[in-house]
């Protein structure tokens, strides 16, 4: 599975971006998909998972109410809605998708990654 992130960019603290992660050469077939983020200096982070259905979603503390993470099965793509944006969001955001159905937070979970995609929250 290749993975492409997209919808990154600029956006002033407070506002709202939304990031895409669409699957080629094969389709997410029973695949969990994931957003990681590594802001400049810093480890690689978990931000939300979704499980195969779209019934199970987790997310990181800090992002917890102000990001939704939703899936469209029919389109290929997995969405990351980023709202309330803060200056602390700044990263490149990662998209990964699991060999599993459901998968947690951490990393090695992910067999297939994204080349990131970087969202820059201005204050």
């Known amino acids: 599975v290749q993975l492409q992130a997209s919808g990154g960019g600029l956006v002033q603290a407070g506002g709202s971006q939304r990031l895409s992660c669409s699957a080629s050469g094969r389709t997410f077939s029973n695949n969990a998909v994931a957003w990681f983020r590594q802001a400049p200096g810093k480890e690689r982070e978990f931000v939300a998972s979704?499980?195969?259905?779209?019934?199970?979603?987790v997310y990181s503390d800090s992002v917890k109410g102000r990001f939704t993470i939703s899936r469209s099965r029919t389109k290929n793509t997995v969405y990351l809605q980023m709202d309330s944006l803060k200056s602390e969001d700044t990263a490149v955001y990662y998209c990964a998708a699991a060999l599993r159905s459901v998968a947690g937070k951490e990393r090695q979970e992910y067999r297939y990654w994204g080349q990131g995609t970087l969202v820059t929250v201005s204050s």
């Open positions: 979704i499980s195969w259905t779209g019934s199970g979603t």
